[in-house]
Structure formats: structure tokens, C-alpha cells
T-cell receptor, first 118, second 113 residues
């Protein structure tokens, strides 16, 4: 159980276009979803945290108008990179969290989406 | 947030135990130690977590020192598929049922044949 999928796995787009990435929790309801970005040879950087039905909380330095996050249901969150530029090329990873009693509150990660902006 | 320090890289022979250290000297009493790993070009994978006591599951063992200032992840019989970057993370509780994971640079474990 606790499988998270992302779609697409790879996307190549032209500069100035918008790209939407989907993150789905396949077999559980995710109270919270997280979006990370990872540049080559670097670690994951948290971009934003989103709760179902409410606005996302963005980390410092992340432009909320450029990276639009929608968490419309307990199983789906989307990240839209608007007016993408080459510097937005990166590996985007989502994770989903479900609340459980006690100390268990794991994050389950998706396989990632490789975005290349030409 | 408690920060962690890990060696940038380690090597291990296939079939031997891999012991990955992590220092978290500023950890507070209610913070957990989590371990994740990331195989190249994949999303991170949860391995194990603990608070005070040593923990073991089907993947690994976690040894936490009594003062909780450091821990060691043990892969008892490393295989080539265990080659990955291993992240030691101290969990931040950002309120309610939500929490953030702050990833450091991790340790690149290379398992050699």
C-alpha cells in the first residue's frame, strides 16, 4: 500500500509554455501533499506544502504565482509551472502524507517528473 | 530545526553490513530520526525511523545513541541494489498532522561487487 504516482514522468517543453504535473495517492487519502525540486547533484528542496481544499504554503524564495499548486481532492495534487524557462528545468518530486495515530506520519514519495525546458 | 551531518560518501562490499552514521547533536526531545534513500533518478524511499529506542524492520536497523545526538543506519547484508544516497532527517513538526522533511546532502553509499 501507500503508492504515489506522478504524471508525466518526463516532459520537454518550449520556453514560455506552462506545464502541469499530477501527483496521485493511489491507495490512500492524503491529508497533505508536498512538492520538492531537485537540481542535478543536489538534494531535494521543499517548494510547498498543500492541504486538501486550502491554499498551499510556499517555502521562502518559491514564487507562488509561477508554481501553481492545486490540491482539489484527497488523492490528487497538481503543480503547474507557468511560463517555464530553462532555469526551471529540474526533477520535480511530490510526496503524500496521511495522518495516523501515534508517531506515524510518513511521507510517501512519487517517482518524480523530469522537466526540461528548451 | 535540528540539522544532521553525514559523510558525503561511503563504500561497502556486497554481502557485508553497511553502517551509515549521522550526527544530530541539536535534536530536541520530541523529534524523530528518519532515514530515507534515493536511488538515482527516482523518488526517495522510506527506510526506518525512531525516537529513542533502536528499531529494526525488514530493510534495516536503526541504532540511536542514549543521548540521541547521533544514530547509525545498518543494512545488514548490502546488495548492489542498495547503492543510493541515504538521507538522515530529523523531523520537523509544523503543526497538527503535517510535518516537513528537510533533506541534507546525504551519504552516497556505493556497494561494490
Amino acid at each position: 500500500g501507500a503508492v504515489v504516482s506522478q504524471h508525466p514522468s518526463r516532459v520537454i517543453c518550449k520556453s514560455g509554455t506552462s506545464v502541469k504535473i499530477e501527483c496521485r495517492s493511489l491507495d490512500f487519502q492524503a491529508t497533505t501533499m508536498f512538492w520538492y525540486r531537485q537540481f542535478p547533484k543536489q538534494s531535494l528542496m521543499l517548494m510547498a506544502t498543500s492541504n486538501e481544499g486550502s491554499k498551499a504554503t510556499y517555502e521562502q524564495g518559491v514564487e507562488k504565482d509561477k508554481f501553481l499548486i492545486n490540491h482539489a481532492s484527497l488523492t490528487l495534487s497538481t503543480l503547474t509551472v507557468t511560463s517555464a524557462h530553462p532555469e526551471d528545468s529540474s526533477f520535480y518530486i511530490c510526496s503524500a502524507s496521511r495522518f495516523e495515530s501515534g508517531d506515524r506520519n510518513e511521507q510517501f514519495f512519487g517517482p518524480g517528473t523530469r522537466l526540461t525546458v528548451l | 530545526d535540528a540539522k544532521t551531518t553525514q559523510p558525503p560518501s561511503m563504500d561497502c562490499a556486497e554481502g557485508r553490513a553497511a553502517n551509515l552514521p549521522c550526527n544530530h547533536s541539536t535534536i530536541s526531545g520530541n523529534e524523530y530520526v528518519y532515514w530515507y534513500r534515493q536511488i538515482h533518478s527516482q523518488g526517495p524511499q522510506y527506510i526506518i525511523h525512531g525516537l529513542k529506542n533502536n528499531e529494526t524492520n525488514e530493510m534495516a536497523s536503526l541504532i540511536i545513541t542514549e543521548d540521541r545526538k547521533s544514530s547509525t543506519l545498518i543494512l545488514p547484508h548490502a546488495t548492489l541494489r542498495d547503492t543510493a544516497v541515504y538521507y538522515c532527517i530529523v523531523r520537523v513538526d509544523s503543526g497538527g498532522s503535517n510535518y516537513k522533511l528537510t533533506f541534507g546532502k546525504g551519504t552516497l553509499l556505493t556497494v561494490n561487487p
